[in-house]
């Protein structure tokens, strides 16, 4: 039997049902195989292989994806989308092909093999494994090395598997032998003691905050949505955690985040007591000035990795390394206390500081973002699946704003905030849920970067609906710009040498209807039957290029070139006295 064919059985064997894929001459024989096997989905490029598969695997409740990319170009392509799962904590396997392991030049030249790079040790410092497969390993070992990025912490594996080895001839029952050591996929259980004592510090804690990360899951949320009633203590969540509560949840205090929500950062800062749950605590989430993070309170951080509690930021005064979702369920049927006057106080706060502030400006003729966003938010059902990029001011305009309900499903990669992922982690998500719709906002800029897998979305027919804010470039680099170098342009919009699409050109080469959005769109009756019937759609949105974006984080430039950041809480444009007095009780 051909070992491609082997391993193609063994990848079945392990749940994985779809492939992503770039096809090349490197991995012809493992593309054969794989063929007949899986639903297979040609990509026009790498980076969107593993784009999709990463999204793929996030939002599916059946069945799990693999990206297949050739040798060189095809592994140093999909780099980009291994960082991404990388810093996500999330499964992505990444099998490549690679030149005859008679041509591999083992660090003694730079190249021997006709395309021959080191995948292994480019990609190694970004990867849970990453092994170079230049002999027959079995189907214990090379399910070990699968299962790997799948257990404990999530993260990239990177098989990289030389031309002969896919190709040559095995007997399959010399290589199905029972694993003599098992992966050990359990996380270490907080002790009984350690959960008790962290009941009583809810409970006789005045201003408690439960933080709810992605390491928590969707599932176990959605089954605790009535407990957390019975608990009583506010919600808030991450970007990575944004659909784990629906947004009109009596006990819902939003999204905190260095380009967050400012009720919600306000009154994160003024806890006594933050449960951080499944969540690293990273500066976007603590703000660059994580050294006032939580400044009148105590920080708990449950974390399945040791070191994300012992890095030393934010201050946390209790680590426990473990499973937030068993500690979460333990939670959700002790008895905390009561804390209603709190509750009360939260929602005071959020009453009083709006989502869209007013201070923003949109000029006559264009679409204001926040409006936008707000307005779609109405407009997503419960089943949509909503991507809302990766970076820039379409990003934070989304993670500030939309309002989520309980069904949805939000998925991002915040951690490496690249530009160009969010069209194919849209259709990733619409591969995995071909039942459901799913609605993708993206910047002009961002969405320019991988805007050739408008043909993957078009030839699936994918129900796909992509919102485009269209202001003319790179809005997050032209505020840098204007904020910090007086206005002085350079490489962000059309005037300055950006080269952007006319984008009903561009959707209408693919043969995807598009149409440009001005202010009421929503009661546009051709833009409510595109938004509503299944199929891809383009939808520009004019977005005024002199936007001012609205509540955010200040910083200064310092004398030796760094920078220094205001604190969550304190964020601009500053609140007047008398509102101040009144939600910033707590803190001095």
Known sequence: MRYSDLLAD???????????????????????????????????HEVTAGIATEYFNESSTKGRAFALVTAGPGLTNIVTAISGAWL???????????????DLSR????????????GVDIVKPITVQSVLMDR??????????????STDRKGPVFIEIPLDIQGRDVVPETLVMPATTSLDTSL?????????QLIRDIRSASRPILLIGGGVHREMTHRLCDAFNKMGVPIMTTWNGADRISADHPLYFGRPNTWGQRYSNILLQQSDLLIALGTRLGMQQTGFNWQEFIPVGRVVQVDCDKSELEKGHPKVDVPLHGDANTLLEQLAVANLGDHHEWVGYCRMVKEELPLVEIINKTREGYVSPYLF????????????????????????????????????????????????YGLGGAIGAAFAHPDRRVVLVEGDGGFSQNLQELGTASINQLNLKVFIFDDNGYASIRMTQRNYFGGRYVGCDRTTGLGVPNWEKLFDAYDIPCMRLLPGFAEDEQFQTRFNNPGVSGFIVQIDPEQSY????????????????????????????EKALRVFRFLK
Request: proline share 4%; glycine share 12%.
């Open 10 to 44: 063994w990848l079945q064997d392990l749940g994985y049902t779809h492939c992503f894929f770039v096809a090349g001459g490197n991995i012809m024989h493992l593309l054969a195989s794989i063929s007949e096997r899986f639903t297979c989905i040609p990509v026009v």
């Open 88 to 102: 996500e904590s999330r499964e992505l396997l990444v099998i490549g092909g690679q030149v005859k392991t008679e």
């Open 107 to 118: 660090g003694a030249l730079r190249q021997r093999g006709i395309q021959e790079i080191n």
């Open 136 to 149: 027959i390993l079995g189907k214990a070992e090379f399910s070990r090395i699968v299962r790997a990025g």
């Open 188 to 196: 270490p259980e907080i002790i009984r003691e350690q959960v008790a």
């Open 373 to 420: 966003v707000q307005k779609l938010s109405g407009l997503c059902g419960n089943d949509d699946i909503v991507v809302p990029c990766s970076s820039g001011s379409a990003f934070t305009v989304m993670m500030q704003i939309f309002g989520q309900k309980r069904g949805q499903t939000i998925v991002t990669d915040k951690g490496l905030a690249s530009m160009g």
């Open 550 to 577: 609205f509540p955010k984080i200040t910083s200064r430039v310092t004398e030796t070139g760094g920078m220094a950041s205001n604190p969550l809480h304190l964020m601009s444009p500053n609140l007047d006295d």
